[in-house]
């Protein structure tokens, strides 16, 4: 599933306008149809009333109205006239409409809309055309909305917000969001999300093809998506044939760092793990993770020395090793030898953010896990979320690493130019721990084999898709990043469920 821009969607709908052929009013019928599909069940809400624009967006709401005449004891819709530039099949629907003698309010001043809390209302005013804020008698009208309105479905994106930008202007504050054709930008970050509320996409394309096109736009990382990823593990194999794995981690007060991270990496399939700790914890990390081999540093308190390294399939460095001087140095000289990609996290970030050259010196398809805050600390602050994404994409496609930038929807960037929004995970992965937990994961899929993009794709996916498990049988609060380990396996298995469905429906 592809995230969308604007411009892009108009050309996926004029393409399937003439490819299907469907006409542009039929494509807008079945637009409202499918949205019909996503309304709350019959008799939860008595009425209904829809709040139209004057374009296409209130073309929607008008079909809409039209549909759901038998499904509520009431419906009426509010035209909000900013102008009397209808678009054609505005005029079509706002006729159809007429001829079901439908209750029709043509609005000319905010002080005329009034909503009763007993009415479900949907928000059909603005579509993904909004560009710039709105202002005057619409962004009144909104105001009143969001005032009086007890629960929003709003049409295509909430009126007023930017499908790619971020908007300062009014907008509707949604219950719930349908999308339509396409996720647009605008869904997966932090500044709208009290807008979008919920969101489900309203698929209203027949071929894929017509979506596929847009081969450099976004990816959606759902279980559908990251599925094809998982290698199949062979019967025929040994620990070699998995992969040899090197973690670097703790300090005095974090080793708890280190044994979350290889615990995790043991429960994503690696061979053969090797973890290099400070030398006062050899005795604590061989009793919780016997199956793991061990390699003291020369230190009792820290990592101040990192060699023999050549022989590892991936390293994985950085959960609660600190910042000492003694510290620095060894992550300076691991960066100056080791030329395979590695997966940086936690405190191997932080002394990068100090010592910015040391992004010269990355191997080159490195992964690099910064939450939001260690990202501003490596690449400086950004206003909003969409200005950090394209910072994101910039110093991906600058240092030649993949970056995973952790959140409720976690972006991952290539080399290449490529974006991926990963839908998988909950509130329960906001714990000291989680990073370390996918610190684990992705070092384990490195040293598997799988390329530094689809090691970062997959682990991000199965971290959250664990967590969103245990989501079922306990509550988000109560979730542990040593849960999520454990579980670990079960996503897995859930993924091999999911592609074994898939061969199935192909064939």
């Known amino acids: 599933m592809k995230v969308l821009s604007a411009e892009q969607i108009k050309i996926a709908d004029k393409n399937s306008i003439l490819n299907e052929p469907i006409s542009s009013i039929d494509l807008m019928e079945r637009a409202a149809e499918k949205c019909c599909e996503f309304f709350p069940p019959k008799?939860?809400?008595?009425?209904?009333?829809?709040?139209?624009?004057?374009?296409?967006?209130?073309?929607?709401?008008?079909?809409?109205?039209?549909?759901?005449?038998?499904?509520?004891?009431?419906?009426?819709?509010?035209?909000?006239?900013?102008?009397?530039?209808?678009s054609d099949n505005f005029k079509i629907n706002l006729k159809r409409l007429q001829d079901e003698n439908c209750n029709i309010q043509?609005?000319?001043?905010?002080?005329?809309?009034?909503?009763?809390?007993?009415?479900l209302v949907v928000d059909a005013i603005l579509g993904t055309g909004t560009?710039?804020?709105?202002?005057?008698?619409?962004?009144?009208?909104?105001?009143?909305?969001?005032?009086?309105?007890?629960?929003?479905?709003?049409?295509?994106?909430?009126?007023?917000?930017?499908?790619?930008?971020?908007?300062?202007?009014?907008?509707?504050?949604a219950n719930l969001t349908l999308t339509?054709?396409?996720?647009?930008?605008?869904?997966?970050f932090q500044e709208t999300a009290d807008f979008v509320g919920e969101w489900k996409l309203v698929k209203i394309y027949k071929?894929?093809?017509?979506?596929?096109?847009?081969?450099?736009?976004?990816?959606?990382?759902?279980?559908?998506?990251?599925?094809?990823?998982?290698?199949?593990?062979?019967?025929?194999?040994?620990?070699?044939?998995?992969?040899?794995?090197?973690?670097?981690?703790?300090?005095?007060?974090?080793?708890?760092?280190?044994?979350?991270?290889?615990r995790a990496c043991m429960r994503s399939g690696v061979g053969l793990l090797t973890v290099q700790v400070p030398s006062n914890t050899m005795n604590l990390i061989h009793q919780l993770l016997p199956e793991a081999l061990l390699k003291a540093d020369v230190n009792e308190r820290?990592?101040?020395?990192?060699?023999?390294?050549?022989?590892?399939?991936?390293?994985?460095?950085?959960?609660?090793?600190?910042?000492?001087?003694?510290?620095?140095d060894a992550l300076i000289e691991l960066l100056k030898i080791n030329q395979k990609p590695m997966v940086l996290d936690a405190d191997a970030l932080n002394i990068i953010a100090e010592h910015p050259t040391l992004l010269t010196n990355l191997p080159e398809n490195s992964i690099l896990t910064p939450h939001p805050k260690e990202f501003e600390r490596l690449f400086g602050p950004s206003e909003n979320s969409f200005e950090r994404l394209e910072k994101q994409?910039?110093?991906?496609?600058?240092?030649?690493?993949?970056?995973?930038?952790?959140?409720?929807?976690?972006?991952?960037?290539?080399?290449?130019?490529?974006?991926?929004?990963?839908?998988?995970?909950?509130?329960?992965?906001?714990?000291?721990g989680s990073g370390d937990v996918l610190t684990g994961i992705l070092t384990a899929l490195l040293a598997q084999g799988y390329s530094p993009i689809?090691?970062?794709?997959?682990?991000?996916?199965?971290?959250?898709?664990?967590?969103?498990?245990?989501?079922?049988?306990?509550?988000?609060?109560?979730?542990?990043?040593?849960?999520?380990?454990?579980?670990?396996?079960?996503?897995?298995?859930?993924?091999?469920?999911?592609?074994?469905?898939?061969?199935?429906?192909?064939q």
């Not at 296409?56 to 004891?73: H, S, T, V, W, Y």
């Not at 339509?180 to 997966?188: E, T, V, W």
């Not at 990251?226 to 080793?255: D, M």
């Not at 080399?415 to 990963?422: H, I, M």
């Open 302 to 328: 820290m990592i101040t020395s990192i060699s023999d390294f050549e022989n590892f399939n991936s390293i994985g460095i950085g959960p609660g090793i600190g910042m000492a001087n003694e510290t620095v």
């Open 106 to 119: 043509f609005v000319e001043s905010a002080k005329d809309i009034y909503l009763r809390e007993d009415e």
């Open 393 to 432: 994409i910039k110093h991906s496609a600058m240092h030649k690493i993949v970056i995973v930038c952790k959140g409720r929807y976690t972006t991952i960037t290539s080399p290449d130019g490529k974006v991926y929004f990963n839908m998988s995970g909950n509130s329960g992965l906001a714990k000291g």
């Open 454 to 506: 689809d090691a970062a794709v997959l682990g991000v996916f199965v971290h959250g898709h664990s967590a969103d498990l245990l989501a079922v049988k306990m509550h988000e609060a109560g979730i542990l990043p040593s849960d999520v380990i454990e579980n670990l396996p079960y996503a897995f298995k859930d993924i091999v469920g999911e592609m074994k469905h898939k061969n199935t429906r192909a």
């Open 207 to 262: 071929e894929d093809s017509v979506i596929a096109e847009f081969s450099d736009a976004p990816e959606i990382v759902d279980i559908e998506f990251a599925s094809p990823f998982l290698k199949v593990r062979k019967q025929f194999s040994n620990k070699g044939t998995f992969g040899k794995a090197l973690i670097i981690a703790g300090s005095e007060g974090k080793y708890g760092a280190a044994i979350l991270a290889a």
């Open 131 to 173: 560009s710039r804020p709105v202002e005057g008698f619409l962004a009144e009208c909104i105001e009143v909305i969001n005032q009086q309105a007890a629960h929003i479905i709003a049409i295509d994106l909430p009126s007023g917000m930017d499908s790619s930008q971020p908007t300062l202007g009014a907008i509707i504050k």
């Open 180 to 188: 339509i054709g396409a996720p647009k930008p605008a869904l997966f």
């Open 43 to 86: 008799g939860q809400w008595s009425h209904l009333v829809v709040i139209c624009g004057i374009g296409n967006n209130g073309g929607d709401g008008l079909a809409i109205a039209r549909l759901q005449m038998e499904n509520f004891k009431s419906v009426r819709v509010l035209v909000l006239e900013s102008s009397k530039n209808y």
